[in-house]
């Protein structure tokens, strides 16, 4: 079985900070790998995927992750947060090659950002 | 026009009555979901379709019923809605390796 555990339901940071939030997974066949963002009252919105190929993936608004087999994390960063940035972050797992195709969700981390 | 459609966005209810949502998807994709939010939990599935004449069950399917009335259109029905299936709703489809959600619906259970 597939699951995703977020560390950290609440992180918050300084406007220009890192941005780090975390994600493991667990998965005994290779598995893709996916961040979503959700703004205040919207729906989910794709930030980046790991689908196999590279294990460094850059995704929309300046985030990317990285793919660690060993510590089987995929974890989430940004060089220098923004307000706009401020949302609910989720991390979920599937595994294509077996018959369901679903996505596992983590419960999600929500990203605060200081003036 | 959004990929993903649902419909109503926002339902309030009395506890007993039926209510239907509905997903309507323009991305061509067999494989169609509906997955619910609660606060501190993501999101889980509900129901899965991977084609008009494929319905599955997910993680949570107690409690709901679904329609595949064409490869483009998935519903969800609440029989007998209760107070705590109040949360936010939505569905997705999906490629091979993404998927697409819609903006959700929020319901709320009297």
């Known amino acids: 079985a597939q699951s995703v555990t977020q560390l950290g339901s609440h992180v918050s940071v300084s406007e220009g900070a890192l941005v780090l939030l975390r994600c493991n997974y667990s998965?005994?066949?290779?598995?893709?790998l996916f961040w979503y963002v959700q703004y205040p009252n919207q729906g989910l919105q794709l930030l980046l995927k790991?689908?196999?190929?590279?294990?460094l993936v850059k995704g929309i608004n300046g985030f990317e992750a990285e793919f660690k087999k060993s510590e089987t994390s995929f974890h989430l960063t940004k060089p220098s947060a923004h307000m706009s940035d401020a949302a609910e972050y989720f991390c979920?797992?599937?595994?294509?090659?077996?018959?369901?195709?679903?996505?596992?969700f983590g419960k999600g981390t929500k990203l605060s950002v200081k003036p | 026009d959004a990929d993903v459609t649902q419909t109503p966005r926002n339902r309030i209810t009395k506890t007993g009555k039926r209510i239907m949502l509905e997903c309507s998807q323009t991305?061509?994709?067999?494989?169609m979901y509906w997955y619910r939010q609660d606060p501190g939990l993501g999101l889980r599935l509900i129901y899965y379709?991977?084609?008009?004449?494929?319905?599955n069950k997910g993680e949570i399917s107690d409690g709901y019923s679904v329609s595949r009335q064409a490869q483009a259109k998935f519903s969800l029905s609440l029989e007998s809605a209760i107070p705590n299936q109040t949360a936010l709703y939505f569905c997705?489809?999906?490629?091979?390796?993404?998927?697409?959600f819609g903006p959700g619906t929020r319901l709320t259970v009297t």
């Open positions: 997705a489809t999906s490629d091979f390796y993404e998927q697409y």
């Open positions: 998965s005994s066949v290779p598995p893709y």
């Open positions: 790991y689908t196999s190929a590279a294990t």
């Open positions: 979920a797992v599937t595994n294509y090659g077996g018959s369901q195709g679903n996505l596992i």
């Open positions: 991305k061509g994709h067999d494989r």
């Open positions: 379709s991977f084609d008009v004449k494929d319905i």
